[in-house]
């Protein structure tokens, strides 16, 4: 059976529903992590510590943990994060669907 089967049985088809919430918290999921990683690429490149970019945030380094791992990052922080990176500007590639300005 492929992916696309065990989705339709069960989950459903495309376009019911069911499906439609399930792709779009989905998508949700990999734009977060997508998120976390280009926050941890940059911290990273930077040669800094999750503490340390904490310190520049103003939060602790458990919020940029959770941060890097994309569990749910609100707007407030991944604006902090970059511009605590130093990004004057910062978009996010989402694949097929392109590339979003974050500010």
């Known amino acids: 059976m492929t992916q696309e089967q065990m989705l339709d049985k069960y989950i459903g088809k495309k376009g019911t529903p069911e499906r439609d919430d399930y ?22 490149r930077q040669g800094l ?26 707007y407030s922080s991944i604006v902090r ?10 978009s996010l590639d989402l694949g097929e669907m392109g590339r979003v300005a974050l500010w």
């Open 49 to 74: 510590t999750q503490e340390q970019l904490g310190e520049r945030m103003g939060v602790q380094k458990a919020q940029v943990s959770k941060l890097e791992k994309g569990h749910s990052p609100a």
């Open 23 to 44: 792709d779009a918290e989905l998508r949700k999921v990999l734009d977060d992590y997508r998120i976390g990683e280009a926050i941890k690429a940059e911290r990273k």
């Open 81 to 90: 994060a970059f511009q605590a990176l130093g990004a004057k500007a910062a």
